[in-house]
């Protein structure tokens, strides 16, 4: 019950004071003038909205520079025969194995003409997946399995 009283008082306040400015022809010139100088405040905040995502895209960016390589992905691995049939027998890194992969899918035009993220297995493509058809996401596990 107290917020209740409270709020009651603060419109009353309010009340009074339209009025007041009603009244006298005066004031209403010095709320006009002091209107364009409300509408000013809210185009510095747009400006600093504006300022902010420069600062966010500058804090991003300097991570990046200093980013370095991983080792693990760039470790040659070995792929086993059903995946040397595929991508060859040399040891490769797993980013290369991915890549001459998608090389040999598009090649071959084994992605699913109706959904892309599909891939459909040829026969050495299901030595390497077990199955007929996997999802892109699907594919690194499957290929994981054929690295040592």
Known sequence: MATAKKAPAKKAVAK??????????AKKVAAK???PAKKAAPAKTVAAKKAAPATKAAVKKAPAKKRAVNAAF???????PALAAVV??????RTEVVSKLWTYIKKNKLQDAV???MINADAKLKEIFGKMQVSMFEMA???GKHLK
Not at 74 to 80: D, E, F, I, R, Y
């Open 16 to 25: 009074k004071a339209a009025p007041a400015k009603k009244a006298a022809p």
């Open 74 to 80: 760039m470790k040659a691995l070995t792929p086993s």
């Open 115 to 117: 959904n892309k993220r």
């Open 88 to 93: 060859g027998s040399s040891p490769l890194p």
């Open 33 to 35: 003038k002091a209107a």
């Open 141 to 143: 596990g499957l290929i």
